[in-house]
């Protein structure tokens, strides 16, 4: 594992520095994934308004005029925000938590903000006195859809981030109603479809307010979101940032994170060897135990898991993988590793996000191929949602979260989401095409 790029220079050039460690690749994926997602939604603005589906607007502005301190005060908030969270998470090494928690806890670079508020506020200061003029006028501009995906990324990244916090809290109610401003300000988890549900409210609201027709504008993004989604997904499978699925049990692994296939009782050998980690969540440090991770179970015989063989032909990483020197230092101790990452899991599990880096990069190619062949309002978006309804139903089988009792049937809130996704998608895409179909005809 690459949990910062410390490791990348060591593992890929045999040499070691240091600074390099203050740079978590989560981080820079996650940079990454916003910035293809705006070339991506861009690119398909700029296509959609050629084809006359998206037009201007006509907005009265003044122009002329220097930056007032308004301008530059809210150019500079913005600017602290993002550069005390994205720079303190591209920069920062949290101790033990997600990369994806690290957006929403307290923790961050105050010269990151510093920087990217000074940064910032220069920039405005910089338009604002290119085009000054001795008397500010007032004129017409034309602003287009493609103009203002600046705004739209940073209304999904900030409602994004606060839907996947308020739907984590929903799935852990019980621990919210017990503490609630703990439980906001914490280093919790986020959930995936709760960011994903209120960005999409939020920007469509916005896209309401600016006369951008909602129906194109959500086609436009559908295979942003999907690359975006793959690029993250890698992101935690190149850190190892916890978000693995149950253990496979017919493969082993030593304490190096070499994994072999499995013989009769060899499964139940590794879970009674390291009774500590799966019962109670510890590890030996030195002489002393430690916690090292929250999966833990009440008996042996709890631990979740499958038993799946992958044929010959592939590599058994990618059925069965341990995780070595992952970013939350989750596991057992690999001997003879003095690094600051030096833990291993004692089972290998499913790498489920490198199953979700792939399935959705694949079906990112195809919505971007046929993207042109349908002419159908809304029909993209319908594909987009049935696509990844149904893709993170099939990883949720392999994939521990916390189970409900909905009509009889156990099932994650996860599941639950993805399910109704799948479903409206279908529904959006056979309705887009009914009504295209009539209108044509």
Known sequence: MYPNLYYVFKDWWGVEWNTLSFINTF??????????????????????????????????????????IIDLLINGLVGFGFGYKILGLIFSKPVFINPQEYIFSKEGSIVGGILMAALLAGIKWREKNKVKLKEPERRVVRIWPHDRVGDIIVLGLIFGILGAKLFDNFEHWDEFIANPIQKLLSQSGLTFYGGLILAAITICWYAYKKDIKIKHLVDAAAPALMIAYAIGRLGCQISGDGDW???????????????????????EKALQDNVGYFTE?????????????????????????????????????????SYPQNVNKDGIAIPGITDEHNRVLPQPVFPTPLYEAIICSLLFLLMWFIRKSIKAPMFMFGLYLSLNGAERLMVELIRVNKAYLLFGIETTQAEMIAFILLVSGGLLMWVSKKLYTRIAI
């Open 27 to 68: 981080g820079l994926l996650v940079a990454l994934a916003f910035i293809v997602a705006a070339w991506v939604l861009t690119a398909e603005l700029h296509r959609k308004e050629k084809l006359a589906l998206l037009l201007p607007r006509e907005e009265m502005i003044t122009v002329g005029s220097p930056a007032s």
């Open 281 to 321: 969540g510890k590890a030996k440090e030195g002489a002393n135990d430690i916690y090292v991770t929250d999966r833990a179970y009440n008996s042996l015989e709890a631990v979740p898991h499958k038993s799946f063989k992958g044929p010959s032909f592939l590599p058994s990483w990618f059925f069965a993988y």
């Open 245 to 267: 699925g149950v253990f496979n049990s017919a493969y082993v692994s030593d304490n190096q994170g070499k994994v072999s296939i499995a013989k009769l009782g060899d499964f």
